[in-house]
């Protein structure tokens, strides 16, 4: 399932052409950055396709100039903007359809995946154990150490799987397997992502949150800080939010929501650490704890259904696709932990505070399974990585699908909008073979299925104040292959008919 889907190609998937093509091109739902082009030509040979030119979301490639009859297959490898990689390939024809190239699907590479899924997860550890933990010591507990070794392994864990990920980010991105990691190539790529920002702001933050973990209080106050805002920010700057609109919103709404949880999260370790130790610091830091915390989940829960609400879009998207299966799930593990969290603050909470050592017992044994469930968290929220947001899908479920027929007597620039089955809107640009406008004095689209057994349609178009021609009373009833052809009446005694196939989805 793509992040970034295609919604057209020139020639058009299927398609016959007369002549070889000049150019080539893509359409995608959102701006994508290539990784790979190339060309299997009928023979089975490989062509590398380096000049290009990316116009907004469509990326026009220049054809070889020696391609000859048969079938091609145009193989491309994309990254979509919220950093994900996105592969496919189209296939067109000239002259005639030959046997088609054998192309290699695109299997999931379950090592790179997994590898990827891991290290998300420490990513996370350490973000929201370490730095977060870090703070919480600074600001919530002054002048105590607890927990400070865990907090520092966690550091640790998350700088190494920060760094690690920019190279499997760049696996995935290039479709390289495991044992390509060493390649510079692959780093390059990696680091080349809207991830790669990621990780050098992360990278940063973590290193600064190492190297004043044990400095002094004011030092080390002023350091978590600025650790835990760049980690914030950083989450903020690449993955689904960030490609969402309206930006503005979605990534503070990030940055709010990872902020609430380092906070929170990273508090519960040095709290566990502080009350086992007993003593009035372990009550105190209770007590400023019990006191932040309820402000923290929130704002972290408003930010998260924000994100939810914009992301998911409906409601049936939570059952129907993978992304809405995995807030499921999300929200599930959430449920327990704030019921949990709920018992310990209105009946271990307050007794702890009172200096009741069986009450702190049990509220450090309630902490630990909080922070086994806050695991399990991650690594249901790890597996975003590889799910596509429904909003991203529904924009490319209604993304208008174009085709660019040319002749010797005129153009057509010809697009359905939406690009799926179901009432449509059918558009033309009409030029004359130079590219200079022309008026005809009618034009009318008639469309055919004949694998759908489907014969003729005929709808007459009106011509707009932008000069285009649109016919909106058109439904394409099934998906799959249409053939459209527009008959353009230039006078009363010149009639030019275009003809094309084009792909209609479900």
């Not at 057509?412 to 799926?420: C, D, K």
């Not at 707009?464 to 052809?485: E, H, I, K, T, Y």
Request: glycine fraction near 8%.
């Amino acid at each position: 399932m793509a992040h970034a889907a295609l919604t057209g190609a020139v020639p058009a998937d299927g398609a016959v052409v007369n002549a070889p093509p000049t150019s080539l091109s893509l359409s995608f739902s959102e701006p994508v950055s290539p990784l790979v082009l190339r060309l299997v030509l009928p023979d089975g040979r490989t062509r590398a396709l380096e000049t290009f030119v990316l116009r907004d979301r469509t990326l026009e490639i220049a054809a070889p100039g020696d391609l000859g009859a048969g079938t091609h297959v145009l193989v491309w490898r994309v990254v979509s903007e919220d950093g994900h990689p996105v592969a496919g390939s189209t296939i067109f024809s000239i002259g005639s359809p030959s046997s088609a190239p054998q192309v290699a699907g695109e299997a999931v590479d379950w090592p790179v995946r997994t590898a990827l899924w891991l290290a998300r997860i420490a990513m996370y550890a350490g973000l929201f154990f370490g730095i977060g933990g870090l703070f919480a010591v600074r600001w919530l507990m002054p002048g105590g150490a607890d927990g400070m070794p865990i907090i520092k392994a966690a550091l640790v864990l998350g700088m190494s799987a920060t760094a690690i990920s920019l190279g499997l980010q760049g696996l995935d991105a290039l479709g390289a397997p495991l044992s390509g990691l060493t390649d510079r190539t692959v780093w390059k790529a990696g680091l080349g992502t809207r991830f790669g920002l990621t990780v050098l702001v992360l990278s940063f933050a973590f290193l600064l949150a190492i190297a004043t973990a044990s400095r002094t209080i004011a030092a080390g106050r002023a350091a978590s800080l600025v650790a835990i805002v760049a980690a914030s920010v950083a989450l903020a700057l690449s993955g689904h939010a960030s490609s969402a609109a309206p930006q503005g919103l979605m990534r503070p709404a990030v940055f709010v929501h990872v902020v609430m949880i380092a906070v929170w999260i990273g508090s519960l370790l040095p709290l566990a650490c502080a009350l086992r130790r007993g003593g009035d610091a372990g009550r105190q830091a209770l007590g400023r704890f019990s006191r932040l915390i309820p402000f923290c989940v929130v704002a972290l829960t408003a930010a998260g259904l924000l994100l939810a609400v914009v992301q998911v879009g409906e409601f049936g998207a939570l059952f129907s696709t993978a992304y809405g299966n995995v807030l499921l799930a999300k929200t599930a593990l959430l449920a327990a932990l704030f019921l949990l969290v709920a018992f310990n603050r209105w009946m271990l909470t307050r007794p702890a505070e009172r200096g009741e050592q069986g009450a702190a017992r049990r509220l450090v044994r309630a902490v630990v399974v909080e922070t086994m469930i806050v695991l399990a968290v991650f690594a249901v929220a790890a597996a975003w990585r590889f799910t596509p947001p429904p909003r991203a899908l529904a924009f490319a479920a209604v993304e208008p699908v174009s085709i660019h027929i040319h002749s010797d007597k005129a153009v057509a620039e010809i697009a359905f909008t939406p690009g799926r089955a179901g009432p449509v809107e059918v558009s033309a640009t009409i030029l004359a073979p130079d590219f200079t406008p022309v008026t005809p004095k009618e034009v009318t689209f008639v469309l055919s299925s004949p694998q759908a057994g489907i014969e003729p349609m005929r709808r007459k178009a009106a011509l707009q104040s932008d000069g285009a021609w649109r016919a909106s009373d058109v439904v394409v009833p099934v998906a799959g292959q249409w053939r459209v052809r527009v008959d353009i009446l230039i006078s009363d005694f010149e009639l030019i008919r275009l003809q094309d196939t084009v792909e209609i989805t479900r």
